[in-house]
């Protein structure tokens, strides 16, 4: 079965739910599984993650390798 089939059969039984108490029980569940795969994805960068961000960028700045916000307008008008 797929994911999309699973959704709507809990779906329909969500509907037939006719107490509020397991309603909150679901909703519960599901907002602290959504905050554990929020976390997951969502760790902080190192601090060495951080500097070396801004190693790069200060390197490209030196070498001239940036584009200004003028010539980035530029290329946007070109996609039309």
């Known amino acids: ?8 059969q ?9 107490s509020e108490e397991i309603i909150d029980k679901l ?3 599901l907002h602290q599984e959504r905050k554990k795969t ?3 994805e969502y760790t902080p960068m ?15 700045a030196e070498n001239n390798r940036l584009y200004h916000a003028g010539e ?9």
């Open 38 to 40: 929020a976390e997951k």
């Open 27 to 29: 909703e519960k569940i």
């Open 46 to 60: 190192t601090l060495e993650e951080f500097n070396s961000i801004i190693d790069q960028a200060e390197n490209d």
């Open 1 to 8: 079965m797929d994911l999309q089939t699973k959704k709507i």
């Open 72 to 80: 980035i307008l530029k290329d946007i008008d070109t996609w039309k």
């Open 10 to 18: 809990l779906i329909r039984e969500v509907l037939r739910v006719k």
